[in-house]
């Protein structure tokens, strides 16, 4: 007899360490096949890739006998409002890219291979997969959850958990504006991001989605010790999902120069910043951060543009142009491995 959704969703809260997925080099098949031998769940970050490197990163993960873990996918938005602010302001990165010897790319709209990916995923049937920057059509999470999937939607405020919840959603994850990198919002409306991150903290957002929706809810943001674990739990959330505390230990597939800066004294704090992706996205405050503070929205025409600037100054380790992407709990996060972050987080569940 095959388990209900229900008995699905019971099981995973049985795991209520997840490792955030994390686009960009973050995330590897190694740190969620580390995380679940460590009795926690692993996602692969399926953003910015192909289906193909997508297929064979959740083909390496099933190789090692791995039995659960998510995938993430980013909800494709609409193209930028006001293109000419977008090409303004790549026309004023040029300085900027010339320094580690670039020129700012094309500001071109895509749709991160949404069509692939759903393909890809419909076969593929991991445990959990969970959206981003919005809530995929009711048709899409239905097809995936016949296949056996439980489907997630990251949630930043109770109009989008409600959104979700009515789309057919199996549980929600509860992003706070604590957390490292892109803030899941469904839209990207112009507008300067607040500095400090928009709205109520983590702890009250839990509380405001649980007012919305009977589903569980999986919270995020700035949580990188037990504490923070013991706080969410007790918020009323089932489980947690944490990103910067995986960051920095040998399993993550972040950027030398990245894991050292979470170390360094230099950085002292976070921004929440369009400057790198033209989405509000949380950041070590570098010096590129602080000069740009009033970049545009458009997103994913300025990622694209300023994908060749953040290579080339990766490439050089320059940690004043690269997007150094954080949560505010990043002075946490160690170099350990992954599994003892893990049991560091679970005892916070206990
Ligand atoms: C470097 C980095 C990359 C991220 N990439 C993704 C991603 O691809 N998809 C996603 O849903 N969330 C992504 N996130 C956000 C996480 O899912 C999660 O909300 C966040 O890490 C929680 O806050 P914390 O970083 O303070 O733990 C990323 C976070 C970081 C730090």
New binding site residues.
Partial sequence: MTDSPADRVRQLSELPIWV????????TAALVIAAARAGALG?L????KTAETMLAEISTVRAAGVPGFGV?V?VPGQPARHPEAVADYVASLRDDARAPGAAPGEPSWDDDRWTGKITVLMAGRPSVI????GCPPADVIRGLQAGGTLVAV?VTDPREAASAAAAGADLL?V??P?????R?TFANPPGPPARGGSGPGLLALIGAAAAVTDLPLVA?????DARGVAAALSAGAVGV?????F?RCPESG?HPA?KAALAEPRFTSTEVTRAFSGRPA?ALANKFVLEHAGAPAGYPEINNATRPLRAAAAASGDQDRMSL??????RSASDRPAAEIIEQLAAGAR
């Fill in positions: 955030a997925p994390m686009a960009g080099g973050p995330s996602f970050a399926g953003g910015y993430n980013f969970s959206f981003t920057f990251t994850c992003q706070g604590e957390a490292g990198a892109h899941g995020a943001g700035g949580i990188a999902q944490a990103g910067t505390a960051l972040a990245h949380r992407y954080a949560g505010t709990g990043f």
